[in-house]
């Protein structure tokens, strides 16, 4: 007998949710909400259909086509739409300055090469346009400004987890010119990078280095966008997940994590890990603000678990300054950005 079977023209189709929620212990607590989903093989030539959605403190849907040049190629095109709101605190030498709503409406396309789960290259372009609404302070930005820009971006991952990695390394670069031939209201140039890379594991115990690093060519004017976020797990954590913005950034952090139960401590075969971290960084408003003495200390401890949705913290964080918060986030790796 022999069996002769037909593969479906469409899916597989895929959701993921997680949730973040996290108190600063001082009355102020936020909350999101994020999902994906993700439309595979929705054309012959294997073409995807990405939306990414989050819900709550900031609202954010993203939605891309991922096509393949042909079936099995690893060259690629892309399309993207967009929509962000959020609010951003801008701090000049750690003083919080104001405070703006800001609205992000964007459209783009791009082309690239797949390595395969390695990572990926892909050049584009994306056209624009924000909104900021001034909630206090001064008058740091612009109301209306075209943030539009080609961009060359790569990168690279060969971690053996997203939630708790224990060798390998991911590397993610990024070099953006704001063209006013695209209608952007100033004529810059952006640079971004971001490594994290596990040096040590033994007997169920890692450790882990972390550097992230965002730099504007053009400063100190308001129709420049503050597009680097700190805050939130590792990232300064006694603050609320990107609480502050500024138009440069730089981070290190250091990170440690045990294995509880690789030989059986509990009689779960759920994985299970205690760690801490210790951050140092800021973000700048004006390139000669950059300076070590200007840097904010931090740390945090953490439980963690490797989940059937994702990984999950519960961590407490504390930053020079006194700045604490209790955060709770299951489904989002720790070192993934926005």
């Known amino acids: ?11 597989p189709d895929y959701l993921d949710l997680g949730f973040t929620l996290e108190d600063s212990l001082d009355g102020r607590a936020s909350y999101n909400l994020n999902g994906v989903i993700r439309a595979t093989n929705i054309n012959p030539l294997g073409g995807e259909w990405r939306t990414e959605l989050t819900l709550g403190d900031k609202t954010r849907v993203t939605s891309e086509l991922y096509q393949p040049i ?3 190629s690893d060259w690629f095109a892309s399309a993207i739409v967009g929509f962000i709101r959020e609010d951003r605190a801008l701090y000049e030498e750690g003083t919080l300055t104001s405070t703006y709503s800001t609205e992000t409406r964007e459209y783009g396309f791009d082309a690239g090469y797949s390595l395969d789960t390695r990572g990926e290259f892909r050049i584009g ?38 939630g708790f990695p224990t060798k390998g390394i991911r590397v993610l670069g990024e070099y953006s010119i704001y063209d006013a031939k695209l209608g952007a209201t100033r004529q810059y140039d952006g640079v971004t990078l971001d490594i994290l890379y596990p040096f040590y594991h033994n007997n169920g115990a890692t450790l882990v280095g972390q550097g992230y690093f965002g730099y504007l060519f053009e400063t100190a ?4 966008t503050p597009r680097y976020s700190l805050g939130g797990f590792t990232r300064l954590s006694g603050y ?17 994590y045990q294995r509880l139960n690789e030989h059986a401590v509990f009689p779960i075969d759920q994985p299970l890990f205690v760690g801490f971290s210790l951050e140092a960084g800021n973000v700048f408003q004006d390139r000669d603000e950059i300076r070590w003495g200007n840097t904010l200390s931090g740390g945090s401890l953490f439980i963690g678990a490797d989940t059937a949705v994702g990984p999950g913290y519960l961590s407490f964080g504390r930053t020079e300054g006194g700045r604490q918060s209790v955060t ?11």
């Open 221 to 224: 004017v308001t129709d420049v």
């Open 125 to 162: 372009f994306r056209q624009a346009d924000i909104k900021n609404n001034k909630l206090l302070g001064a008058d740091s930005l612009s109301t209306k400004v075209d943030d539009s820009r080609y961009f060359a971006r790569a990168g690279f991952d060969t971690l053996d987890s997203l």
């Open 240 to 256: 609320s997940p990107n609480e502050i913005s500024g138009r440069h950034a730089g981070l290190l952090s250091f990170m440690g």
């Open 328 to 338: 709770l986030s299951v489904g989002r790796p720790f070192a993934e950005r926005d």
């Open 1 to 11: 007998m022999s069996l002769e079977t037909k593969e479906k023209a469409w899916g």
């Open 70 to 72: 042909d079936y099995g």
